[in-house]
């Protein structure tokens, strides 16, 4: 019995997992061990060699029993702390740095364009980018042989054969979204739409596709000396210096009297310095919107009459931020946009500065 104690405790002791320590139990103490097969025997003794060998063999039994027991909890304790030691992680490294995009500059301005005019009371509409010819060109009182249309460099969409109705074009101004605006809102109304517009031009400052900003304003008494004031404050917000500006009479079959708008600017060394120098640079048209145009939305022209403007959201940018050629901004070549784009916290408001 000895030898048997002194076999098991050891080779318990030993074993190097819990399987192994499995295979013990059984060898030891499982149905077919040698601890109860000699338990058996038990049966074959005289009264008092079993009154000897009884306790000595269930005692035997027991502490073979408690050892796997406590090499079980031993050998669970071992594996834990292996993991943990393996598992370890230093939650005080910093973090690695991921790619991260920028807001490209058309965005940053179109934020920046929209906090201003917010501020002035303009709400923001939109209308689709794909636009039927009445709203494109009619409804704006550009008639269909107008020369405006042709100057406009159109892209129209293309019709079913045997569909003889007028093409649908993409817009080529965001003016569409005035007679949108008045059908649905009616008089009063103060409204801006910033937005994609498309020309067939392509050169240092042209592209297929651009961005505009629409202006809309109308109200019983309202006055080009209002959109005067409207620009100039607008300007001066944007660039964040005093920039005068400079009306020229023009001609837009959408408004009357009609006007394109220069900003005061300097060109020295190549640069161009907005708000400083006797040099301009032109950079939107606008003016009283035509009767027809009311009329066309749906608004009585003997009692409301208001301005209009759009301007040329890239162009904008292009100034505000020295960039040099309009078709870089959508080549999407990650080094420009990385140069010259913003980081997604820098949120354009009048307050935080823009
Ligand atoms: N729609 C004109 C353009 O794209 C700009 C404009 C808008 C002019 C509103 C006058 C009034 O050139």
Known sequence: ?????????????????????????????GKKGEVSLKMRELGKMTPEERQVAGPKLNALKDEINSALAAKKVALEDAALDARLAEEWLDVTLPSRERPRGTIHPVSQVTEEVTAILADMGFAVAEGPQIESDWYNFDALNIPSHHPARTEMDTFYMARATGDNRPPHVLRTHTSPVQIRSM???????????????????????????????????????????????????????????????????????????????????????????????????????????????????????AEWQGFAFGMGIDRMAMLKYGIPDLRAFFDSDLRWLRHYGFSALQVPTLHGGL
């Open 183 to 301: 059908q649905e809102h009616g008089a009063p109304i103060r409204i801006i739409c910033p937005g994609r517009v498309y020309r067939a031009d392509y050169d240092q400052t042209h592209t297929p596709m651009f961005h505009q900003v629409e202006g809309l304003a109308i109200d019983k008494d309202i006055s080009m000396a209002n959109l005067k004031w409207v620009l100039e404050e607008f300007f001066s917000a944007y660039f964040g210096t005093k920039v005068k500006t400079r009306f020229r009479a023009s001609h837009f079959p959408f408004t009357e009297p009609s006007a394109e708008v220069d900003i005061q600017c300097s060109f020295e060394g190549g640069q161009v310095k907005v708000g400083e120098g006797d040099g301009w640079l032109e950079v939107l048209g606008s003016g009283m919107v035509h009767p027809k145009v009311l009329e066309a939305g749906g608004i009585d022209p």
């Open 1 to 29: 019995m000895d030898d048997l104690r002194d076999k098991y405790l050891g080779q318990i002791a030993e074993a190097a997992d819990e399987a192994a320590l499995e295979e013990l139990r059984v060898a030891a103490v």
